[in-house]
């Protein structure tokens, strides 16, 4: 049934973004609206659409990166919408692992019909959990809470970003730039340091012994993998970071900075 299909939209532009959501309103699906890349991921998380739309005008690192993480997480469709006049965007978009790349004309109310074409036939996707457990440890992507042997854990909102995305992709290893891409941005890519230093945050709150994690492990040279507890094996020592830490918080002018950063990115 149409009405229960549910859509992720994203779009950066809000003239667009509301006039793709009309569009789709109007032929009875149900449109969950992101901002960002960010945004977009969280309503996956919680929505569980049947399909996921990205709206654009132009082509940029961090959407195609979107793209390429999204099909690795999910076996969700993702359809591109290149509105306007974007030979730029539908060349490059040809690389990226889509299911359809549409354009959309700019002087035209009307989506093109493939759009239709490929919309139809989805249905709404199956209720899923919208928290993840294990023993001794819960999540809520919903209401952005953790509990750790029944007791609620303060998060930050950047530890919560690292976090889900490490449980997202749990049994692969993300790498520190695909990190700092998606929580931080793609001007934050190579400040290693920053990553360690919420990695240390994380296992001081989630690990039983955070100097020999089980949950949240290290791949050397590469980045961190949070591990299933079925695949689990006996914990190594961490070397301490703290100190070597304390770097990644120098700001350009030689100050410190204790807040936190990405705080500053909605």
Not at 105 to 112: C, K, L, V, Y
Not at 163 to 179: K, N, P
Not at 220 to 245: H, I, S
Request: with cysteine.
């Amino acid at each position: 049934m149409k009405g229960a299909t549910c859509l992720v939209l994203l779009c950066e532009d809000e003239a667009l973004a509301k006039r793709v959501e009309r569009w789709l309103a109007e032929r009875g699906y149900e449109v969950i609206p992101a901002q960002d890349c960010w945004e977009a991921y969280r309503c996956v998380y919680i929505s569980r659409p049947a399909a996921v739309l990205v709206a654009s005008d132009r082509p940029s690192r961090e959407l195609q990166d979107f793209v390429h993480t999204l099909k690795r997480m999910t076996s969700l469709p993702v359809l591109l919408l290149a509105y306007g006049p974007a030979p730029q965007l539908l060349d490059e978009a040809s690389s990226w692992p889509l299911d359809r790349c549409l354009p959309w004309r700019a002087d035209g109310e009307e989506a093109p019909p493939a759009l239709e074409e490929a919309l139809q036939g989805l249905s709404a996707a199956p209720s899923s959990p919208l928290t993840y457990e294990e023993e001794g440890l819960r999540i809520d992507f919903r209401s952005m809470s953790v509990t750790v042997n029944g007791k609620p854990v303060h998060l930050t909102p950047t530890e919560f970003r690292v976090l889900a995305l490490l449980v997202g992709r749990r049994g692969w290893v993300v790498t520190h730039d695909e990190i700092l891409a998606h929580v931080w941005g793609s001007e934050y890519v190579g400040d290693r340091g920053l990553v360690k230093l919420y990695i240390w945050y994380l296992r001081r709150k989630l690990e039983p012994e955070p100097a020999r994690p089980q949950r949240i492990v290290t791949r050397r040279g590469v980045g961190y993998m949070f591990c299933p507890q079925e695949e689990r094996q006996p914990p190594q020592v961490e070397p301490a970071a703290r100190p070597a830490l304390s770097r990644a918080l120098q700001r350009r002018d030689g100050r410190y900075d204790l807040r936190d950063r990405a705080g500053l990115r909605p």
